[in-house]
């Protein structure tokens, strides 16, 4: 069984910043992308950050040059250092992750943590 945990979130201000943790715990033979999505009230859930097993990110328009995605191998732990928030960067925000606990690849996610930024 793979587990992955979120800590982090709170409530800030704007202009404010916070650090995301997930935290992939359980039978882990590998993994490979690890990603934060994030879900505001009445919307889509959307992809913030992603960090392949080479270090190769991407980011979403909204979030590029004010997030900043990493992980620790060692601690299968994935981060989402977030700088600069703004009210709209409120939301649920879930790290997911593709994960061997076997023979093949699966995809987990979190439970999510609440992220919000008052103005």
């Known amino acids: 069984q793979v587990q992955l945990v979120e800590s982090g979130g709170g409530l800030v201000q704007a202009g404010e910043s916070l650090r995301l943790s997930c935290a992939a715990s359980g039978s882990i033979r590998s993994i490979a992308t690890m990603s934060w999505y994030r879900q505001a009230p009445g919307k889509q859930r959307e992809l913030v950050a992603a960090?392949?097993?080479?270090?190769?990110?991407n980011y979403s328009d909204s979030v590029k040059g004010r997030f900043t995605i990493s992980r620790d191998n060692a601690k299968n732990t994935v981060y989402l250092q977030m700088n600069s928030l703004k009210p709209e960067d409120t939301a649920v925000y879930y790290c997911?992750?593709?994960?061997?606990?076997?023979?093949?690849?699966?995809?987990?996610w979190g439970q999510g943590t609440q992220v919000t930024v008052s103005s």
């Open positions: 997911s992750a593709n994960i061997q606990s076997r023979l093949a690849y699966h995809n987990y």
């Open positions: 960090i392949t097993n080479a270090d190769t990110t």
